[in-house]
């Protein structure tokens, strides 16, 4: 049973994009349950609808969820804004410590900081996200720099689609909204990556 | 495997002390975990010193704890403050809901707003904290009122005990510091109403 958590300290970089979407990857290989466990409640509110193919319940729940069911993969959405403290226990508390960045300063000052603060075991990987379509450049420029400087990163980056909005407001994943495909093929080819980070 | 929570809107009214002894009269009877959700960490901090009989986590690690271990009681030790939602998402997790509160005008409004926001099917019992030594009457005066306006309430309270701070300092349930085993007596007298309202 794979834990997999998203955090980040800064808010609005795909936290809770992502938790959907690694949660869409995996859940046709056995029971997911995505654990949000930030106050502003996205998950839930993605959840609403009742469109998605796995659940999505506040942390108060989950140790119940957890007696009743098997649950093969667990996604944490995790607060924006954590203290030193719940870093630690985030990262202690999963196999992989996944962090969305967007390819911009505040977002990558942000990642920079909270890689400070994880302990020094720990699994982790930055998710460049929220990657403006060509012919910007912010996306490679981003991933040079994040190499350049020793981040272990994901070399699948997610681009920014209109469908993701599209997608919360249908309370679905991204591939199931019009013109949503091509979002969705960002994450198809993450998952590779994904397990193998897994395995580190 | 029974799941109590401990609520309040209330600080300081024995929530974490609460969680403490409750877990000590289980930890007996099965392999016992509380998990510390409060940001205060007043549980972690009172497991530190490591002479507690179960075992204390941050709410972040109780996933892949629950993965590894087998609990048979989960105590969830709450922040103070919840909102509405928190309030519903700790009712829906547990089997028994308690509100510690003291017998003073702050720490019963404060339980009976807790009470108005409650899912109407929750489980949960009003715990007399804190209860001053006699010949204060604050106590039995409280009881009587709680009763009368029809509260779900414990029979057996808790008494004020400076043992509890030493208790605390060791980093041990009260019954192990000295002049706690009369302490320790309210918790024993309240395991039987404990399991009784576990299966309510």
Redesign the interface.
């Known amino acids: 049973?794979p834990?997999i958590?998203l955090s980040s300290f800064k808010g609005g970089v795909s936290k809770t994009t992502s938790a959907i979407h690694v949660a869409s990857l995996f859940c046709g290989n056995g029971q997911t349950l995505v654990?949000d466990?930030d106050?502003n409640?996205s998950a839930s509110t993605w959840a609403r609808p009742g469109g998605l193919p796995f659940q999505v319940c506040?942390?108060?729940?989950?140790?119940?969820l957890?007696?009743s069911q098997k649950f093969e993969f667990?996604i944490?959405d995790?607060p924006a804004r954590p203290?030193d403290?719940?870093v630690e226990?985030?990262a202690?508390?999963?196999?992989l410590l996944i962090v969305p960045t967007p390819p911009d300063i505040l977002g990558m000052d942000a990642m920079a900081l909270i890689a400070k603060s994880l302990p020094a075991n720990t699994n982790w990987k930055v998710l460049l996200s929220m990657i403006p379509p060509p012919p910007q450049k912010d996306g490679l420029e981003a991933m040079e720099v994040l190499k350049n400087q020793g981040y272990p990163v994901f070399k699948q980056g997610i681009r920014l689609y209109k469908a993701y909005k599209d997608a919360v407001a249908a309370g679905v994943p991204v591939h199931k909204v019009r013109g949503g495909k091509v979002a969705w093929q960002d994450w198809t080819n993450l998952k590779n990556e994904l397990i193998q980070a897994l395995q580190e």
């Open positions: 049973m834990i958590s654990i466990s106050p409640r506040g942390e108060k729940e989950a140790a119940k957890m007696r667990i944490f995790t203290n403290l719940e226990d985030l202690k508390g999963c196999d």
